[in-house]
C-alpha cells in the first residue's frame, strides 16, 4: 500500500484528497439519501423511500421554468464573458505597455470587493429610482423607468461583471503561453492578421476558452448571493430555489433533490467540455 | 500573391536602433539568384534582426529590401512570398504533420488534389511520407526541424530565410541535418539567407559569407576567402580560432612585410598590404597552419624556439600549447598522425611567411 502511494503520486495528492472527500463528497453522500426520503409536514424527514420530489421536479412547469432559466442564464453569462473578456485578455496577453500589471490589478479588483457591497452597487445603479433611469429619464431619453432589475436583464447585468475576472484571468494565462513565433510563422506563410487569428491564436487558446467556460457557467449556476438581491424574492433561479426549500419551508428531501439535480448538470458539463478539449487537441 | 518576386535579394543601408542601440547599423548587401550567404556573428550582432526585416516581422528605420528587384522594404508580411524557419522550428501545435506543411498553400487558395500532391511532395523530399497525420509532439527534434523546412519551401517562395535552424539538434544530428540542408537547398536552387553563430556551419554551407559585428558587415566572401584572408582582426578571431597577437611594422619589401611581435620575434609575411614603418598590426596565426618539429628546417622563413606546457588528443589530430621565450603562449594543432611530443619538450614552432596573416590593429597607431 505504501509504496503503491509512493509510485503512483498518490501520497503527496493526499492532503487535498482529504480535503475534498470531507467538504465535497461528505455532504453529497448525505444529501442523495434524503432526496429519496418523503417529506413529512411540520416534522421534516420521513421514513421510507420515495422518488416524488424527481418526479415533481420534472413535471412541474414552475420548477422546469427556473432549471431551464439556471441554464440559460449560465450559457449566456458565459458567453457574454468570453466575448467581453476574449478582447481584454488578448490586450492584457501582448501589450508591452508598462501599465500592464496595474491592468490586471485594475481586471482582479472586483475580486477584493465583498460580493455584497458589489451587488448593492448594481442595485445603486440599476433600480428604478436608480443611476442609470435617472440619467436617461433626465436627458428624456425614455419616459417611465426601464425594468432593470428583478428581472433576466438584472442578473444577466450582475453576474456578468462578476465573473469576468475570472474568465479573463484563465484567458490571459493560456494566451500567454503561446509561442509568439507560431503566429509569426503564419504571418510569413501568407496568413493575414485575421486569418493567423483564426486559424493559430484562437484554437491555441482553447484550453482556456474552455476552462474560463467551465468555470463561470458551473459558478453562474450555483450563483446564490447575486441572484437573491438582484433577482428579489420572485424572480428565481436554482439556488434561490434550493436556499428556500432548506431555509424557508423547511423540506430538506426536496431541496436535496434540486441540490442533486444541479450537481449532476455541473458535472456532467465538466465532463463533456473535457472530452471536447481532448477531441479537439488542446495540449 | 507576387510569384514574380524571386530570386536576388538586396539589401540597401538597412538600418534599425532600439533606444541608443544600432542594432543594425547600415547594411548593404546583394545575394545572387540561387546563392546560399550566411550571416555570421556573435550574438547581439544585429542578424538575426536584418533576418527578421527581410521577412517583414520588424521594419527598418531607414533603407531599403528589394526581393527580385521589386522593393519590399514597406510590403506586409503575408504578401512577401518568402519562406522561414525558426529556431525553435514553430510547428502550428494544433495541426497535424500534413496540415503544417498545406497551411501556406491553403493561404494561397491552392486546394484539393494539387494541394495533396505538393504536400505530399515536399514532405517526400524531407523523408517524412508516412508522417503526416503525427502531430509535432509526437516528432523527434530532427523531424520537426524537416517539418518546418518543407512548410517554408512548399510555396516555392523566392527567398528561404533560416534563422539557426540546427542550433536546438544534438551534434550528431546537426551534421546530418546540415547536409541534407544543403542538398535540398542546390536541388531547390532557393535563395537562402542563414543565420548562425557557427563558424563550421557557415563554411561548410555557404557559397559566400557575411561576417557581421555590432550592426555591420565586417566582410563579405567566400567562405575560403574569410578563412584565409580575414580583412579584419574581428574575422580572423571569429572564424577559427587563431592565435592573435600584436606586433609593430619594422620593415617590407615589394612582397613581403618584417614585424617583431609585442615578445620581442621577428616574424616575416608575404603580404602585400602595405604598412608604414613603426605601424601596429594584429598577426593572426592559425593553428592548423604552425608546426612543430624537433630541429631547425632551414627552408622556412619563420622559426622559433618553443617548450610544450600542454598537449590534448582529439581524435584527428593533437592539440599543444607551447611557450614561446618571451612567455607568450601559442596554439599549435598537428594531425594525429605526426610525431608526438611530452610536455616539457623543447621544438622550433615554424609557420611559412604565406601563412602569416597580418591585419590592421583595432587600436589607433600612435
Known sequence: ?283 | MSQGSSGELELRGLRKAYGSFNAVDGVDLRVREGEFVSLLGPSGCGKTTILRMVAGLIEPDSGQILLGGDDITRRAVHRRNVGLVFQSYALFPHLNVFENVAFGLRRRRVEGAELKTRVERFLGLVQLDRHGARYPRELSGGQQQRVALARALVTRPGLLLLDEPLSNLDALLRDEMRLELKRLQEELGTTTVFVTHDQAEALTLSDRIAVLSQGRIEQFDTPENVYGRPSTAFVAGFVGRPNLLEATVTGQSASSLLMRTAGGQDLAAATDARFSQGARVVVALRPERLRLSAKKDPEIANSVPVTVVFRAFSGASVQYVVGVNGGTEVQVEVPASAAIFQRGDALQLEIAAEDVIVLPSNRASP
Open chain 1, 1 to 283: 500500500m505504501m509504496r503503491w502511494l509512493d509510485r503512483s503520486g498518490f501520497g503527496l495528492l493526499s492532503p487535498s484528497l482529504m480535503l475534498l472527500l470531507g467538504a465535497f463528497l461528505a455532504p453529497l453522500a448525505f444529501l442523495v439519501p434524503v432526496s429519496f426520503r418523503p417529506y413529512v409536514p411540520g416534522r421534516g424527514i420521513g421514513e421510507g423511500f420515495t422518488g416524488e420530489h424527481y418526479v415533481r421536479f420534472f413535471t412541474d412547469l414552475y420548477y422546469l421554468e427556473i432549471f431551464g432559466r439556471t441554464i440559460l442564464l449560465g450559457a449566456i453569462v458565459t458567453t457574454m464573458t468570453l466575448l467581453v473578456g476574449y478582447p481584454l485578455a488578448y490586450f492584457l496577453a501582448r501589450t508591452k505597455s508598462r501599465w500592464r500589471s496595474w491592468l490586471t490589478i485594475l481586471v482582479v479588483f472586483p475580486l477584493l470587493l465583498n460580493l455584497v457591497v458589489r451587488t448593492f452597487g448594481w442595485i445603486a445603479l440599476l433600480a428604478n429610482r436608480g443611476l442609470i433611469n435617472e440619467t436617461l429619464s433626465a436627458v428624456g431619453l425614455i419616459e417611465g423607468p426601464l425594468r432593470l432589475m428583478f428581472n433576466f436583464t438584472g442578473l444577466l447585468i450582475g453576474l456578468t461583471h462578476i465573473f469576468l475576472p475570472f474568465m479573463v484571468l484563465l484567458l490571459v494565462s493560456a494566451i500567454q503561453t503561446i509561442d509568439r513565433s507560431v503566429e509569426e510563422a503564419a504571418r510569413v506563410l501568407g496568413a493575414s492578421w485575421s486569418e493567423t487569428f483564426l486559424k493559430v491564436t484562437l484554437p491555441l487558446s482553447t484550453p482556456g476558452i474552455l476552462s474560463g467556460s467551465i468555470l463561470v457557467f458551473v459558478l453562474t449556476i450555483s450563483a446564490l448571493v447575486t441572484p437573491r438581491l438582484l433577482g428579489g424574492p420572485t424572480y428565481k433561479v436554482m439556488s434561490t430555489l434550493i436556499y428556500e426549500q432548506f431555509m424557508s419551508l423547511l423540506n430538506w428531501p426536496r431541496g436535496s433533490a434540486m441540490a442533486t439535480i444541479l450537481t449532476v448538470v455541473a458535472i456532467a458539463i465538466i465532463a463533456l467540455s473535457g472530452r471536447f478539449a481532448r477531441r479537439f487537441g488542446a495540449q
